[in-house]
């Protein structure tokens, strides 16, 4: 919803909002462009012309409220519909990785408009392409009509809704079936079907892959393949190869399009990595990791960066959960996955859920610890020592790398 106000603003329309609590993460940028963002006790909203709701605040009471003062309200994604053109569209699904390529794309594509997870949206006037984060949820993209798709994995989740694998393979193949070309990471290319494919990703079968040559702390340099041609040579951040795929994908966006890549490298020296998204802050030789993690594959791929990155730290897990239901149904892995650090504990559930610890405490075993509170791990992180500490949720976790960061800059005058 931050990113949509972002868009209307280019577009020069007023904008007013309304939350239930405040974050600056996303808020502060709002208001710095004259936003007013109301409480939710709020009436403001029924002073609008247009009303758009977030899925969150979706519900009967509202609806009502809205019909019988005759307002015009749209839900989010059906808003996007309506106000994105379909011949510009290109629309950005899959598991993981969406915000990411998003913020690739905008960044080394020209003229683009876009709209990312992570509270940040362009609206240009003469744009080319719209790059939307599309997600999956409860079939919301169905809602778009979008002329390429570019998928970034499959790989089962939001359990919640989707009642198995078949089900949420089956809502991509509809998503995609009116789209003019779709692009997929060459390992999930047998999920989908559709009459003109582009594959992407690390295998020298698909048909846009890279081949790394040299792998350093903070970059990667690759050659990118189109086939058996080699179209470039990047040098990009480290942070994965799961990111070497997303870059793949969008060099192989533009060169399906004839966009030439002269000016990638440029522009991808200026990417700064989405929030929450292995966000990495070094602190008295110590790093915390602000990660968006909580699926198990991403558990394990934020492992494999701090493995190549700080290997000669104690890696410490921090996982807090969303939905029960997701923590659940993934148990064995969540746990194998943060098993694979040095240390791991997990924190109560969010607020969305009981956030009783009983529910977090279904992840413990003897390598995994449940705390109430961050406040706990003073006695466990010592100045004589190093860390790389991943704080990993797909909720805000702000209050909790700021503990770490002061309590972690406390080091500096211990040692």
């Known amino acids: 919803m931050a990113g949509l106000a972002h868009l209307l603003l280019d577009d020069e329309y007023n904008v007013r909002g309304l939350d239930k609590e405040f974050d600056d993460l996303y808020s502060s940028n709002l208001r710095k462009r004259g936003v007013v963002i109301d409480g939710e006790n709020s009436k403001e909203y029924l002073k609008s012309d ?106 089962y989740d939001h359990v919640d809704y989707f009642k198995s694998e078949i089900e949420y393979i089956s809502s ?125 594959s991403q558990i394990i791929n934020n492992y494999e960066i701090c493995k190549e990155k700080h290997q000669k730290h104690i890696k410490i897990a921090i996982f807090k959960g969303d939905r029960l239901s997701r923590i659940t149904y993934f148990r064995k892995e969540i746990i194998e996955a943060l098993s694979l650090f040095d240390k791991a504990y997990v924190l109560p559930l969010a607020i969305m859920e009981n956030n009783i610890k009983e529910d977090s405490m279904i992840l413990c075993s003897e390598k995994i610890k449940y705390i109430e509170n961050i406040s706990e791990l003073k006695e466990i992180i010592l100045p004589t020592k190093k860390y790389s500490i991943s704080l990993m949720s797909s909720k805000i976790l702000n209050k909790e790398r700021e503990y770490l960061t002061n309590y972690l800059k406390l080091f500096e005058f211990k040692n």
């Open 50 to 155: 247009v009303v758009i709701i977030g899925h969150s605040f979706m519900n009967k009471d509202l609806l009502k409220e809205l019909d019988d003062n005759h307002m015009m309200w749209f839900e989010y994604n059906e808003f996007l519909d309506f106000y994105i053109d379909d011949n510009k569209l290109v629309s950005i699904c899959g598991s993981h990785g969406k915000t990411t390529l998003v913020n690739i794309l905008k960044e080394i594509v020209p003229n683009t408009s876009y709209l990312s997870g992570d509270g940040k949206g362009r609206k240009k006037e003469y744009d080319q392409f719209f790059f939307l984060e599309s997600c999956e949820y409860k079939n919301h993209f169905w809602t778009y009509n979008p002329k390429e798709v570019l998928i970034t994995n499959i790989e």
């Open 172 to 296: 991509f193949n509809h998503f995609i079936k009116n789209a003019n070309k779709v692009y997929i990471n060459h390992q999930y290319r047998n999920k989908i079907k559709h009459q003109n494919i582009v594959t992407f990703g690390l295998n020298n079968e698909a048909d846009y892959y890279a081949t790394i040559k040299e792998r350093k702390m903070n970059s990667i340099t690759i050659d990118v393949w189109h086939e058996t041609v080699k179209i470039g040579e990047f040098i990009i951040m480290n942070l994965g190869d799961h990111f070497v795929e997303l870059f793949v994908s969008a060099i192989a966006f533009m060169n399906e399009h004839n966009i030439p890549l002269n000016d990638v490298q440029i522009n991808m020296n200026k990417f700064v990595p989405s929030v929450q998204r292995f966000n990495e802050e070094e602190i008295e030789g110590n790093f915390i990791n602000l990660d968006y993690a909580h699926h198990p």
